[in-house]
Structures are given as structure tokens and as C-alpha cells.
């Protein structure tokens, strides 16, 4: 009778630890989901908050061969769309969230209503003792494959028309 009851008390005690780690797991997904939805709504009322959400040394790669950023020089860059009352609008339709056992790391990919039409982003959170921080974020178009070919022989055009970027 002990052996049963020790060993139901032992599986009682690593599901509780299990139910706890999920937990624990879901809410941090929520919380970095709410912190995205907050950093792309800042972006589309134009609120200089979004640059705090972005880590000091934080990386922003934008969709052109030439945008890759440090947070400091996106935001200079991006000033002149931060003057307008909505820099841009990004609107997550689909996300996939990710953790350290710790959480302490955090990596996502996300496909996003844009100006641009359907875009796709992945990126690296630091969660440490500033909260929440973007330390790198990768925009980019996406493309059926069907139409790789022809928008490749466009861009490999243009490139060969504008030699300098």
C-alpha cells in the first residue's frame, strides 16, 4: 500500500511540475504575442515607444538587400514615417512563439497584413531585466513560388540598371 501510495504521490507531484511548466510556457507566449501586437501598433500610430521595444543593440532587417539596422540608425532612418501619424500598419494574422527552457530567449515567425500586402517576419527577444526587448526582427515579402522566376529576372534587371545599390 505505501509503494502505491508513494508512487501516485510521486506521479501527482511531476504532473503538477508539468502542468506548471505549461502553464508557465502558455503565459509567456501570450505575454510575447500581447508585446508584438503592441510593437507593430505602435508603428501605426507613429509612437516613438516602438524604438524602446527594440533592444540597444538590437538588429532590424527590413526587405531591400540595403536595410540592416541597428536600432539606433532604424530609428533615424525611419523618422521621416514616425513624423506621419502612422509610420506603417502591421497586422500579425498568424504566429509561432518559442522559448528557452528559461525563458530568457524567445524566437517567432509571424505573417503579417501590410501596406506591402502579406509579409512574413522572424524574430529573437531577450527577456532580462529590461522586460521584454526585440534583438533582432527579419521583414520580408513573401512570393509564390510560381512567380520566383520572373520577379528574379526583374530584380537581376534592376540591379544591373542601378549598379549602386
Known sequence: MKRILLTVGLWLALWATHAHAVDANDALRQRVAAFLDEWHDDAAHSRQAYFD?????????????????????????????????????????????????????????????????????????????????????????????ELVDRISQDISAFEKAHPAK
Not at 102 to 110: K, Y
Not at 120 to 138: D, E, F, P
Request: aromatic residues 12%; glycine residues 8%; charged residues 25%.
Open 53 to 145: 521595444k527594440i533592444a540597444p543593440d538590437g538588429v532590424y532587417i527590413g526587405t531591400d538587400k540595403t536595410e540592416r539596422w541597428v536600432r539606433d540608425d532604424f530609428k533615424r532612418w525611419a523618422a521621416p514615417y514616425f513624423a506621419k501619424p502612422s509610420a506603417w500598419a502591421f497586422k500579425a494574422t498568424k504566429r509561432h512563439i518559442a522559448s528557452s527552457e528559461d525563458g530568457r530567449w524567445i524566437w517567432f515567425d509571424e505573417q503579417l497584413e501590410t501596406q506591402m500586402g502579406l509579409c512574413q517576419a522572424s524574430g529573437v527577444i531577450r527577456n532580462g531585466k529590461q522586460g521584454l526587448r526585440i534583438a533582432h526582427y527579419q521583414l520580408s515579402l513573401t512570393v509564390p513560388n
